[in-house]
T-cell receptor
Framework: NAGVTQTPKFRILKIGQSMTLQCTQDMNHNYMYWYRQDPGMGLKLIYYSVGAGITDKGEVPNGYNVSRSTTEDFPLRLELAAPSQTSVYFC??????????FGEGSRLTVL | AQSVSQHNHHVILSEAASLELGCNYSYGGTVNLFWYVQYPGQHLQLLLKYFSGDPLVKGIKGFEAEFIKSKFSFNLRKPSVQWSDTAEYFCAVLLNQAGTALIFGKGTTLSVSS
């Protein structure tokens, strides 16, 4: 089992460009999350999903969008990239008891 | 609003020293508690978890944590740290099993010198 797979691992964007971070899981978990991690700030929740077809905003959703058409996939779309979106992004799935399984992260730089 | 506080931002220890990292949360209801570790350049991994029962839980690599309900605390301990324990440690709380997302503390960076 691959667990949680994120792509790409690294990406450099110019201001105003758009891109999609892919996340796929083979754990059959209903809950999926996107976090961003900035130095000294911990993890901030961007969006989450409790199942296919259901998504909701987290703490810092502005500038991002998500979709959840299948249990396996939870892509994160960045529209009109800004320098403030330079960060490391983690996708995660969750068991019913709350244990999270993280992908390896996607490091995004916006110049 | 509910929050998780990790009071130590950066801890520096020598090998074989004992470790205790503080974690407090603000929520009066049922919680599930977690400690995650992030080694340099890697993603977060589960260190240990508490759902119910014995408030002293043991995790991987010799770590343990104690849940003290009256203090809303879940402190992480290790009797003797190793250089390989150098990492960032995050406390996280799930507000009852029906909760949707974990709330994370801001993390504590542990540096262990050999």
């Amino acid at each position: 089992n691959a667990g949680v797979t994120q792509t790409p691992k690294f990406r450099i964007l110019k201001i105003g460009q758009s891109m999609t971070l892919q996340c796929t899981q083979d754990m059959n978990h209903n809950y999926m999350y996107w976090y961003r991690q900035d130095p000294g700030m911990g993890l901030k929740l961007i969006y989450y999903s409790v199942g296919a077809g259901i998504t909701d905003k987290g703490e810092v959703p502005n500038g991002y969008n998500v979709s959840r058409s299948t249990t396996e996939d939870f892509p994160l779309r960045l529209e009109l990239a800004a320098p403030s979106q330079t960060s490391v992004y983690f996708c995660a799935t969750r068991t019913d008891t709350g244990e999270l399984f993280f992908g390896e992260g996607s490091r995004l730089t916006v110049l | 609003a509910q929050s998780v506080s990790q009071h130590n931002h950066h801890v520096i220890l020598s090998e074989a020293a004992s470790l205790e990292l503080g974690c407090n949360y603000s929520y009066g209801g049922t919680v599930n508690l977690f400690w995650y570790v992030q080694y340099p350049g890697q993603h977060l991994q589960l260190l240990l978890k508490y759902f119910s029962g014995d408030p002293l839980v043991k995790g991987i690599k010799g770590f343990e944590a104690e849940f003290i309900k009256s203090k809303f605390s879940f402190n992480l301990r290790k009797p003797s740290v190793q250089w390989s324990d150098t990492a960032e440690y995050f406390c996280a709380v799930l507000l009852n099993q029906a909760g949707t997302a974990l709330i994370f503390g801001k993390g504590t960076t542990l540096s262990v010198s050999s």
